[in-house]
């Protein structure tokens, strides 16, 4: 079905239809958009049919206070560290079953306070789906949002989404509390560097001081620089510039700001964007 408006009572009456109908649990998929990307929620590694499972924000209404734009807020805020500025669209429901409950599942879609600023988590990973100006519409059927969202995109792109690699939450923690390194260790992680066996032999790790637990890595940017330059490191155009302009913001390396944002695709320059703003110090808790 196609997006429909959030007028009127439009918000109880689908909880109370709900209710009527005998589901026991109610939950929200949520779509975040913004500049023509959806956000992606990196859920572990799946099964033969879904090796990496990507989700959206979801949440479920909880009894007997919350309501449809409670849980919307939940999800977003909780599994994306963002700020709902208005819930935009209904894009309409699935049934299924957990057990022996039945749940249903609403789909809406949100714009939020700030979409330039990044949000980071250890314990789970993101990445922003282009959805190549497709207009939204829920699946039939059973079919997840996500799913149908995800396929849909795939159609067009050609790729599917790949799982984090494993160095990024060790690389997270490592910059936690310094901005420019938080910003460009991210620039990274949704780049393919990180997959690479001659890049992340740049990369150091170690455990916490503080409880000899916490996995850290740090990035030798000035090393991987140098590698680049002595032809050590081959890759593309978009590669080479996203890497130059991370090693920049992490290290103050100095970049061809003409050459390095020449060329760039969309998807790469919403990247470098929520990076410029994360490193300036503009944390989703300043919504």
Not at 69 to 81: F, K, L, M, P, Q
Not at 173 to 196: K, M, Q
Not at 236 to 256: H, K, M, Q
Request: proline share 6%; glycine share 8%.
């Amino acid at each position: 079905m196609p997006r429909i408006p959030i007028t009127g009572s439009l918000l109880t009456d689908l909880l109370t239809a709900a209710r009527t109908d005998r589901a026991g649990i109610i939950h929200v998929a949520v779509v975040i958009e913004t500049s023509n990307t959806i956000l992606l929620l990196h859920q572990g590694d799946g099964d033969d049919f879904s090796p990496h499972r990507w989700d959206l924000p979801a949440g479920s209404v909880l009894p007997p206070r919350d309501q449809l734009d409670d849980a919307i807020g939940h999800a977003v805020t909780r599994a994306a560290g963002y700020h709902v500025a208005e819930i935009t669209g209904y894009l309409g429901r699935h049934d299924d079953t957990v057990g022996d409950t039945n749940r249903r599942t609403f789909g809406f879609t949100v714009t939020i306070t700030d979409p330039a600023r990044m949000h980071r988590d250890a314990r789970r990973g993101h990445q922003w789906l282009l959805t190549w100006r497709n207009p939204l519409r829920f699946p039939d059927g059973t079919t997840s949002l996500a799913r149908h969202l995800i396929n849909t995109a795939l159609h067009r792109r050609g790729a599917y989404p790949q799982p984090e690699p494993g160095i990024a939450g060790a690389l997270r923690a490592g910059a936690a509390g310094l901005y420019p390194l938080e910003a460009a260790c991210e620039l990274l992680i949704s780049t393919h560097w990180l997959y690479r066996d001659d890049f992340t032999r740049f990369i150091r790790t170690g455990t916490s001081l503080t409880d000899s637990v916490t996995e850290l890595a740090e990035i030798d940017w000035q090393a991987a620089i140098t590698a680049r330059d002595a032809g050590q490191l081959p890759c593309s155009g978009g590669e080479n510039r996203t890497l130059r302009l991370a090693a920049s913001i992490a290290a103050g390396i100095p970049v061809d700001l003409h050459q390095a944002l020449s060329g760039l695709d969309e998807t790469s320059i919403n990247l470098i964007v929520r990076a410029a703003r994360h490193a300036n110090g503009q944390r989703p808790a300043d919504c």
